[in-house]
């Protein structure tokens, strides 16, 4: 009954790296105590960067960096973050918590990080509370070569040479904590500020207006009739809240039912992607401009005790579900889907790392994109997958989600979920190629015993993928046996 028929001769185009992007905003312990530590810390750094972060996201090869928010973007004012970090303005995070930001981390650290972890930043510029001006000077002060005073003060503050800066955004949530704009008056703005956003020398920017929120299909039909030519990406964002905003739920403490239904809200995320693309077929039907899911993830009730300004959340088995069958969605519409950030880094909401003083673990979430990482880049293979349904009481939704690419060396990484909470699924896979003959096939999960099963400062290994070998080959595939509420990725060696 459960079956995936897996083309391995038709490619359907290229699985685009930034698909495995990333979102550090200034909220909470995301930049400060989570990457910034500043140069005098007893926490090993560099320039002021933790080290053991770094590490750690060096090793799910983060693609792209989006900073500096989120909603702190459009009261962000760049100046405030650059020259001597002692004569920084000290500013309120109005948004994230009232708390003073003292701007230690500004534009050159922030390209710091990302040459560090060999990632390409993603800014998003301020439409909110910035002028066009102020927008323009920004993209000039990071990219411009020759003489201006932009170039001048960049070069006073410790930099000679312009960064190489692709992805810009005009500003976030405009329809919301952005302005509280109409999408036609956003749309008319976007027009004009991006007009200033300049290409200097060959730096070439790639262009993000501020998109729909979840399913405002009308703000993504208004905006691509009116500035669509304008722009290469726009944005989606969508979040997988278990409960409403008022109670989102609480990120390890659930029932089945629960489960269930966060994951059917994480399923939602396919729906959405294909109405808005088909809004977006109609204006664009070369598919020139991408679909940036530049904001996604769990959003869960703050942990106790914590400040409920600062999104900080625990991290469980859950968590890995949604962010496979997410990463399988953005696969499987590659056609689209250009780029996505999952929402936040470090220490906030659906974070891939936790720190507490000098200490850090990696999330399931981590562990997933690890696991992952295999398909940036990678082309897609198309594939047809007949999956039991998972019921729950009177709904029920695919038990099975996944993906399949191949790389360059011809290795095909398939990867899965099975979102059951109790059943492991007997999987066949009927492989159809002319070339491709099985021989030397490799599994690893990401399971565990319990549902909210999660990583602590105490234990931090309890979730961490492991080798594994519930398969056998069979006469034109293999057989595989998921177990419940897993992640697997499979490897078939080219
Ligand atoms: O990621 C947290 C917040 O969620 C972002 O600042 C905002 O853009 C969104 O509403």
């Known amino acids: 009954m459960n079956k995936l028929i897996l083309n391995a001769d038709i490619k359907k185009g290229k699985i685009n790296r930034n698909i495995y992007g990333h979102f550090a905003e200034h909220l909470g312990r995301c ?32 693609p792209v ?4 928010g989120g909603c702190f973007a459009d009261e962000y004012h760049w100046k405030d973050g650059v020259g001597p970090r002692e004569k920084r303005a000290k500013i309120v995070n109005t948004h994230w918590g009232g708390v003073t930001e003292n701007n230690h981390f500004g534009t050159h650290e922030f390209l710091d990080l990302c040459e560090q972890l060999n990632a390409e ?25 020759g003489e201006s005073p932009m170039t001048n003060w960049r070069q006073e503050n410790g930099r000679d040479k312009p ?42 920017i790639y ?41 989102k739920g609480s990120a390890t403490d659930f029932d089945k039912k629960e489960w269930f239904n966060t994951l059917k809200k994480a399923l939602y995320m396919e729906e959405l992607i294909e109405k808005h693309s088909t809004i977006m077929d109609k204006y664009d039907p070369d598919k020139k401009v991408g679909l940036i899911v530049d904001e996604w993830g769990a959003w869960y009730n703050v942990e106790p005790n914590t400040n409920p300004g600062f999104l ?14 997410n990463l399988n ?60 349904d998972y019921q729950m009481e009177d709904e029920s939704i695919p038990a099975v989600n996944g993906s399949t690419s191949v790389d360059r060396e011809g290795n095909i990484n398939i990867t899965l979920c099975n979102l059951k909470d109790d059943k492991n699924i ?14 030397d096939l490799k599994g690893r999960v990401l399971t565990s015993d319990k549902l909210n099963a999660h990583n602590t400062f105490e234990d931090k290994n309890r979730v961490k993928p492991q080798q594994f070998d519930d398969y056998n080959l069979t006469k034109d595939g293999f057989q595989v046996n998921l177990p419940s509420s897993s992640v697997v990725r499979l490897t078939i060696k080219g």
């Open 65 to 68: 960096l989006r900073w500096p």
């Open 312 to 325: 900080y959340q625990q991290n469980s088995l859950r968590d890995a579900l949604i962010a496979g069958i």
């Open 121 to 145: 930043p993603y800014i998003c510029g301020n439409v909110g509370s910035g002028t066009v001006y102020e927008m323009q000077q920004w993209v000039e002060y990071m990219t411009f070569a």
């Open 329 to 388: 969605i953005y696969n499987n519409h590659c056609d689209r889907v250009q780029m996505a950030n999952i929402a936040q880094t470090i220490n906030v909401l659906q974070a891939m790392v936790l720190t507490r003083g000098e200490e850090i673990l990696l999330t399931p979430t981590y562990h997933v994109f690890e696991m992952y990482k295999v398909h940036q880049d990678a082309q897609l293979l198309d594939f047809n997958l007949v999956s039991e």
């Open 31 to 62: 930049i400060y105590e989570g990457i910034w530590v500043g140069e005098d810390s007893d926490i090993p750094n560099t320039r002021g960067i933790r080290n053991d972060v770094v590490e750690a996201l060096k090793e799910i090869d983060i």
């Open 207 to 247: 262009k993000i207006a501020c998109g729909p929120n979840t399913d405002d299909y009308e703000w993504m039909e208004i905006l691509m009739s009116r500035a669509g030519k304008y722009m290469d990406g726009l944005s989606l964002h969508y979040y997988t809240v278990p409960g409403d905003w008022e109670n």
């Open 426 to 439: 007997k999987l066949e896979c009927v492989c159809n190629s002319t070339e491709l003959a099985i021989s």
């Open 163 to 204: 960064w190489k800066l692709r992805y810009f955004g005009v500003g976030n949530e405009n329809w919301g904590c952005g302005g509280n704009m109409r999408p036609e008056y956003y749309a008319d703005l976007y027009r004009r500020y991006q007009t200033y956003v300049r290409n200097y020398g060959d730096n070439k």
